[in-house]
C-alpha cells in the first residue's frame, strides 16, 4: 500500500501548523538562510515548534536548504543543519552537491527541483547517492513520471500540483542574476518573467532595431498549475508527495488550498483504500467549504494577476452599474475584474451588490455586454478565513471494565497504538443511572489532540464512579498515549534517517553537466564531481558571469504561445531572430530548439 503524503508550503511556523491542521501530510519550510526564498526565513525556535506540533499527528517537516553555497557558508550551513537535526526535522530540501561532503548529521536528504531532475538517469543517480525523495521538474507529464517511476520504483517521487509555474527549468534560470544581481539559486530571484517585454524581429546578421511584434506584454509569464482533477492520474504514475507552492504566500491561501486538496486525496483514497493511505493521522473537520479557485491564481497565458473564479457573463451595462448573468452571490466589497476580448483586465470594487446587478464604486471603462466577469476578492471568504477555520484531532476509542479490586480502562487510536491502565479503589452501587455521566467525563478530550469515536461502558452493574476520578484517569490515558505515539514517531524518524551514502553505479558524465550549468560554488562540490568522474570547466554563473551563454531555458516557447511557431508558418520565419526587450533596454535573444520544443534566453 502506498503512501500518499499532500505536501504544504509554510512561510512561517503559524502558516506551517494551520497547513497541518487542515489536511497536510508535510510542509516545506525555509530556515535562517540558505532556502530558495529569501523571504521565507525561520529561527530554530519556530521550527521547533512546527516540529512538535506535525509530529503529534505524524506529519513531517522539511526544511529547505536548496541554494547554492558559498566557500566561506560551508561552516555556518554545517552549524545550521546539526541544530535542524536536533530540532526533529524530518528531512532537508537541498540542491548543493556539496552538502554530501561535510559534516553532516544522520539526517534524510530531499533531492529539490532545482537540481533539474527530468530524467529516469537523474533519479536513479540520487537515489543510489541516498537521496530519498526526488522533486521532479514542473515540466514533466504523467506519462513522462510514469515511466521514471518504472525505470525507479523505490525512489519517492515529489510532483508540484499547484502554484506558480517557473517559466524557466529549475536550477537552470541565471536571468536575474544577469541583470540584477540577483541569483534565483540564491533565493533572490526578481521574477524577470513577471515584466513587460516588447518583442523584437531581425534578419540573421542584422544590427538595426528591428521590428516590433508585441509591445509591453509579459511574455514569459505562464499559467500557474493545478492539478486538482488529475491527482489520482498522478498517483498512478508512480507519485507519491503532493507538493504545493507558495512558501510566501499567506495563511488563508494556504488554508484554503490545503483543504481542497486534501479533501480530494481523501476522495481517492476512499475508494481505493487497499492501494493507498494517507501519510499522516487525525481526521480534519473544516468550518468552510475549500475552493482553490478563491486564492490567487494566475489563470491566462502573458498576465501576471489572479483574476479568481469565474462568474458569468455582462448582460446590460448602465451609468452607474452593470448586470452579470451568474448564480452565484456577489456581496457587498467584493473584488471582480472584467477582461476583454484581448484579456485585458480592469477591475473594481462593488459597493453594494443587489442580486445580480452590480453597483462599484467606480464603473470600469470600456465595460460592453458579452465581456467575462471574474470575482477576485470574496469578502466573506476571506472573513471565515481569517478566524479559526479547521480542527484535526486523532480518533479515538477509550473502553472501561470493572476488576475485582478496582477498574481497567484502556484507550486506542486508528494507528494501532493502545494504552492501559488499572486503577484499585472501593466500589459502590450507584442509586441513579451513571452511564451518561461515565461518557460525558471519559470524552472530554478538548485539551489534546484526540478526540472521541467510541465510549465503551463494559461491566454490567451501574457502579457509581466520581467525575473528579473519571477526569484523572482520563488524563493518565491520553498522557500515555501521547507519549506512545511520540516515542515510536522518534524511533522511526531515527530509522528512516540512516540512508546510505554512496558513489551512484549510473554513469556520473551523462545527468551531470561540467560547465556552469554544474552550479559548483564551493570546494566539496568541485570535490563531489571530481569523485564522480566529472571535471567541471566553469564554475557557477553567480562566479564566473559568462557572456553569450544561455542564462533561461523555457518549456515556454513564445512562438507557440503566439501562433508563430516555426513548424506551421513556414521556412521563412527561420531566417528571422527574436529577441525580447525590456523597458530599461536589456535585452535578451532567444533561441529554439523546434526537435526538443524548447525555448532558451541568451543575454544580448
Sequence with gaps: MKQIELLAPAKNADIGIEAIRHGADAVYIGASEFGARAGAKNDIDDIRRLVDYAHIFGAKVYVTVNTIIYEEEIKDVEAMIWELYHAGVDALIVQDFGLLKMNLPPIRLHASTQMDNRTADKVRFLSDLGYEQVVLARELTPSQIAAIHEACPDVALEVFVHGAMCVSYSGQCYASEAIFGRSANRGECAQLCRMEYDLISRRKGSHDEGKVLVHNQRLLSIKDNCQIKNLERLMDAGATSFKIEGRLKDMDYVKNVVADYSRHLDEIVARRPDEYVRASSGKVNLSFEPDWQKSFFRSILFQHKSIGEYLGKVKDVYTNHFIVATTKKVNNGDGVCILDERNNISGCRINRAEGNALYPFEMPEGMKKGMAVYRNQDQKFEQL????????????????????????????????????????????????????????????????????????????????????????????????????RKEAYDARARKDSTAERRKSTVDASRVLPSNYLANVANS???????????NVTQRAFEITHPDGVPVMFCKHCIRRSLGICTKTVGASARDEVLSIRLASGQEFQLDFDCEKCEMSLIKK
Excluded at 437 to 452: C, D, H, M, W
Excluded at 524 to 534: D, S, T
Design 385 to 484: 478565513l481569517s478566524k479559526p477555520s479547521a480542527d484535526r484531532r486523532i480518533p479515538v476509542t477509550i473502553s472501561i471494565d470493572d476488576t475485582e479490586s478496582g477498574f481497567a480502562l484502556s484507550i486506542a487510536d486508528d494507528d494501532g497504538f493502545e494504552s492501559h491502565i488499572e486503577v484499585e479503589c472501593a466500589k459502590e452501587l450507584a442509586r441513579s443511572h451513571q452511564s451518561e455521566n461515565v461518557i460525558r467525563q471519559l470524552s472530554k478530550l478538548g485539551e489534546t489532540p484526540f478526540s472521541p469515536a467510541n465510549i465503551e461502558i463494559r461491566y454490567k452493574k451501574n457502579w457509581f464512579i466520581p467525575s473528579s476520578l473519571l477526569a484523572e484517569w482520563r488524563r493518565t490515558l491520553t498522557s500515555q498515549l501521547f507519549a506512545m
Design 524 to 534: 566539496k562540490a568541485e570535490a563531489f564531481y571530481r569523485e564522480h568522474g566529472v
